[in-house]
């Protein structure tokens, strides 16, 4: 009686502490709230709106905020190491001198403005000696190994159906507007764009002293317009079965003799039997179009690729040209500081070395194990909603658990860096580029017919994103988003599971979204679902592709809910993950306020504050046509509108403007 008394007692004295302990301060604190804006008509306004109407967009930038746009000040750290390593002599051939050399080739203005064009001027010759079909195709198979990429968008991956094996893929390519749509749309905007990129091409021939630009870029635009009538929409791309076509070289060579697919292997030196033609009727209308279209207009479709591809390495007007395009395109008004143009080409073209001064510079190691211990509760939380799921059966729930832990988690860095086999001047900016891209095909090309490099990497360590692949069933994170605000080590938990945790929560849904969940635990095309569950699955989905073709930006902007259903799955899924796996954590847990918010207040709002984003209309209008991600005020409002708990902790009411009754509220993961 003695003890139990005494065990009481200390339970009242603890109850009786924690009711009267102080709030804690944050070092991560929320400021400018509207409260005028309640939580349930517009959460994204609620925490974002103040921040929204006070911050400028740079004259320079189409966008401000996190996500994508976190990469401008990114830049500048990159830009921090490049003109540091630029400015002194390193040996030959280390990471310091190539990034370096290759920065002040690019830096130096002077000499690319006395240069003009005539770097490029040999390959425009190269192309005015062309006389037949045949020798189109042999000039546009040798700028293939160049990286000048026309009409032929080839690339090495695993097959899709055996993951263990890379196969050549061929999909559909040959268009400089940013979408097929566009070259069919007749509203006001679209028909802007239109003639501001024919614009840009005519410029770019006037650059280069090729007369009738006007006329010749007509032409271009022509002959464009017919490929663009051949490809599948963005809608249509995202059916994986449909867009896998194994073909044999020998049949394919057959039906398309004008692009002669085995010559272009032969003339490629590559070996292959067969290749997965993503989409074959823009390769039957290309190889049509070789013979209807006069050889004369494929000579300057070719000048004009090759210039719209190599513009940005030749003298400074041929870059303002492509600025003024993108004026439109874009709504950007004010061309970037060189220096910060020079930033992006060397992570474009030297990534993975730049990457590695990056990570030794910027990167905090501590981070990578706390990050890593975030993947494996929340990979805990997962597989606990996946047992709880009422639509789905025990034998498919095995086969999903088993995916879920086969997945491969990468972060930080890689593992082994790539290394670039290339001899980079100080003063030779575009034959740099060209060398580099050289460089790109033979690295990408010596894996055909061998194992997938599962050390590679598909975006550099610096870039702010994360991703998750199919084919090897892994999920990615780089150092530049593991920063503030997805995650800072000073944190707390709701702060760092409402930011990082949910992109981690919405990187392993991927791997059940309509296409991840097409895929086996190995990375193969390979069904697992029992044919109820699949049913369920589609139903559900088709759900959440009408509640966000109903959501509008821009006033009357409709999203494209078939376009974007993989990635508002995976936000859904992934806010509902992290959230569980946040109230696995002792703040989780427990009411203990801080600078006056409850820890599940903190959770909601961090997720607010990660899509932070403010863009130019020009911008946005050219984001829903062409991005399967939704802005991201619908990052924020679609799934907080289906998720109860987010109802419970800001007490959602009906008549709030986002309220939807438990029947509307959709639950897929």
């Known amino acids: 009686m003695k003890y139990a008394f005494t065990v009481a007692l200390a339970a009242i004295l603890l109850v009786s502490c924690q009711e009267e302990q102080p709030e804690k301060p944050s070092k991560i604190a929320f400021t400018g709230i509207s409260e005028s804006i309640k939580p349930g008509d517009n959460f994204f306004e609620h925490v974002n709106k103040t921040w929204y109407d006070t911050i400028k967009i740079a004259d320079d930038q189409v966008g401000v905020g996190s996500y994508s746009f976190l990469n401008i000040p990114q830049r500048q750290l990159l830009q921090n190491i490049l003109e540091e390593v630029s400015a002194t002599e390193h040996a030959k051939g280390t990471v310091e001198q190539k990034v370096g050399d290759f ?10 403005n006395q240069r003009g064009y005539a770097p ?8 005015d000696g062309i006389s037949t079909i045949k020798e189109v195709m042999t000039f546009v198979t040798e700028q293939i190994t160049k990286g000048n990429n026309s009409f032929m968008g080839l690339r090495v991956a695993p097959d899709n159906k055996n993951s263990q094996m890379n196969i050549l893929h061929a999909s559909q390519s040959g268009l400089g507007l940013p979408d097929r749509d566009y070259y069919f749309k007749t509203d006001e905007p679209t028909l802007k764009i239109q003639n501001a990129y024919k614009t840009y091409l005519a410029t ?39 867009n896998y076509n194994k073909l044999a070289v020998i049949d ?5 003799p004008n692009i002669g697919w085995e010559m272009l292997l032969k003339d490629l030196e590559l070996e292959a039997d067969s290749i997965n033609v993503r989409q074959p009727d823009y390769y039957d ?27 940005s390495y030749l003298s400074v007007p041929f870059e303002d040209a ?3 395009y993108n004026k439109v395109l874009l709504g950007q008004s004010q061309q970037q500081p060189r220096a910060q143009i020079m930033a992006q080409q060397v992570d474009r073209q030297l990534g993975f070395a730049l990457g590695q001064l990056y990570v030794k510079r910027y990167f905090d190691e501590a981070a990578k194990q706390r990050v890593l211990d975030l993947v494996n509760n929340l990979q805990k939380a997962f597989e606990n909603r996946m047992s709880q799921l009422d639509w789905m059966s025990d034998s498919t729930k095995t086969k999903a658990k088993e995916k879920l832990y086969a997945i491969t988690k990468k972060i930080g860095y890689p593992d082994v860096w790539r290394e670039y086999d290339v001899d ?8 740099n580029v060209v060398a580099l891209q050289a460089n790109n095909y033979a690295y990408n090309v010596q894996y055909l017919n061998k194992p997938p490099n599962k050390d590679q990497w598909g975006t550099t360590p610096s870039t702010v994103t994360a991703y998750y692949n199919p084919s090897l069933n892994e999920i990615v994170f780089p150092a530049g988003i593991l920063q503030f605000p997805y995650f800072d080590m000073a944190a707390d938990d709701a702060v760092n599971y409402g930011g990082i945790g949910m992109v981690i929560g919405h990187e392993l849904t991927h791997a059940f979204d309509d296409n991840g969940s097409q895929y086996d635990g190995e990375g193969n095309l390979k069904n697992w679902w029992t044919e109820s569950d699949l049913e369920k699955f589609k139903g559900k989905t088709q759900q959440l592709i009408d509640r966000y073709s109903s959501f509008t930006v821009l006033d009357t902007v409709h999203l494209k809910g078939a376009m974007t259903i993989g990635e508002n799955t995976a936000d859904n899924g992934g806010i509902a993950i992290a959230y569980d796996a946040f109230k696995l954590t002792q703040q989780g ?20 504050r990660i899509w932070r984003v403010k863009t130019r209309d020009e911008f946005m209008r050219n984001y829903v046509n062409t991005n399967s991600h939704s802005p991201a005020i619908w990052r924020v409002n679609g799934p907080l509108m289906n998720f109860t708990p987010f109802y419970e902790t800001f007490d959602l009411q009906p008549g709030d403007e986002n309220y939807k009754t438990e029947e509307e509220r959709i639950k897929i993961w």
């Open 103 to 112: 920065f002040a080739s690019g830096m130096d203005t002077a000499t690319l």
């Open 120 to 127: 490029l001027k040999p390959l425009l010759d190269e192309i």
């Open 204 to 242: 770019l021939f006037e650059l280069s002293e090729i007369e009738n630009g006007a006329e010749k870029a007509e032409t271009v635009y022509e002959i464009e317009k017919q490929l663009a009538e051949a490809h599948k929409t963005r809608i249509e791309r995202r059916n994986i079965q449909a």
């Open 252 to 256: 394919i060579t057959s039906s398309n």
């Open 285 to 311: 209308k290309l190889d049509e179009l070789l013979s209807t279209v006069p050889v004369a207009d494929w000579k300057t479709y070719l000048k004009a690729n090759s210039l719209t591809n190599y513009s």
């Open 322 to 324: 492509l600025f003024e």
């Open 424 to 431: 980079i001047a100080r003063d030779q900016y575009f034959e």
């Open 589 to 608: 847990q427990d009411t203990v306020k801080i600078d006056g918010y409850t820890p599940d207040e903190r959770f909601f709002m961090s997720i607010a």
